[in-house]
């Protein structure tokens, strides 16, 4: 769950792999990944049965790496890397940081046991805020696992954490996800000036950077209400912004499904107008009146490490700023 968005965006599968659209979460003891490739082809045979492709799953790898098997275990996360899959460490955990910077990880959680003290032992805090400090650094994502209480779900995100799940975020009656938002005291100032553009924030829809613009207007025919799609790399950062009915409106012209239609989409797409997180809403509405000529395009609401977290649309500013 991201804890920014509502959003679900992963599965976290143990006894089997199930079948559906979401990403995977994977638990892989080390001791398997020192075993050599043989010890990974039943892994492998699962996802293929489930029709799971390696870059859909993040294999977080628990267990100990001794000193005598730092070499061969490096071997083995180069080759997971290799296939496609993301990898995940525990922060606290038995692999060595310096491997674990090694390996480029997609992740670093925060265990239960940990998140457990947090509210109550600020000790347990400190090292939470170094494990997220350490992610950064990575540029990682930092996993809270197994949250049980509202209080260790606030300790999580005092701590720097993005993305949670456990007994707390399972789905409620109606099957939808309810994510405990956080306190905060506003100043009679920052009312003025709004809500911060993340209480406002809407899904994004993101393709990877080197889509070509048929795979936008897939992407704009699957839903209606699609006003943008963000062109992203590989660590979510934005790096172009495509405007409905300006995309659409350049295939619309003659010719030009056979100008565009296999060209990266790129060509097509404008600098995205990205505000952080915490911008309060009369802020967002400024920069987004800075160019006359995409004063209503949707702006991309980015986290501290300038990843894409959704958009926000202008016509959403308007009514809460009218509201407050």
Request: proline residues 8%.
């Amino acid at each position: 769950m991201d804890l920014d968005t509502g959003a679900v965006i992963a599965t976290h599968a143990t006894d089997s792999v199930p079948q559906g659209p979401l990403p995977l979460l994977l638990d892989l003891p080390v001791q398997v990944v020192l075993n050599g490739a043989g010890a990974l082809a039943p892994l492998h045979e699962a996802l293929r049965r489930a029709g799971r492709h390696p870059r859909e799953v993040v294999l977080t790898l628990r267990g100990t790496c001794t000193d005598n098997d730092r070499e061969l275990f490096k071997v083995g996360l180069d080759g997971l890397r290799t296939l496609g899959y993301l990898l995940a460490f525990s922060g606290a955990g038995g692999v060595p940081l310096d491997l674990i910077a090694h390996s480029s990880p997609y992740l670093l959680t925060i265990e239960p046991e940990l998140l457990a003290r947090m509210p109550r032992d600020h000790r347990s805090a400190a090292v939470a805020r170094a494990i997220s400090t350490l992610a950064r650094g990575l540029g990682a994502h930092v996993l809270a696992s197994s949250v049980e209480t509202e209080a260790e779900l606030a300790a999580a995100r005092d701590s720097g954490v993005r993305l949670a799940y456990g007994p707390l975020l399972a789905p409620g009656p109606d099957g939808r996800v309810h994510v405990p938002l956080p306190k905060v005291e506003e100043t009679p100032e920052a009312l003025m000036l709004g809500p911060r553009v993340q209480e406002l924030l809407m899904p994004a829809v993101t393709l990877p950077a080197q889509a070509v613009a048929e795979d936008v207007v897939a992407a704009f025919g699957h839903e209606p209400s699609i006003t943008s799609v963000i062109l992203v790399d590989e660590y979510q950062r934005p790096k172009g912004s495509l405007d409905r009915s300006r995309f659409l409106l350049s295939f619309a012209a003659r010719y030009g499904h056979a100008l565009h239609g296999k060209k990266p989409a790129h060509r097509l797409a404008d600098p995205p107008r990205t505000v952080p997180r915490t911008t309060p809403a009369v802020a967002a509405m400024q920069a987004a009146g800075r160019d006359s000529t995409r004063v209503y395009d949707d702006l991309v609401v980015t986290d501290e490490l300038n990843r894409c977290l959704g958009i926000v649309r202008v016509s959403d500013l308007m009514r809460h700023v009218a509201k407050t």
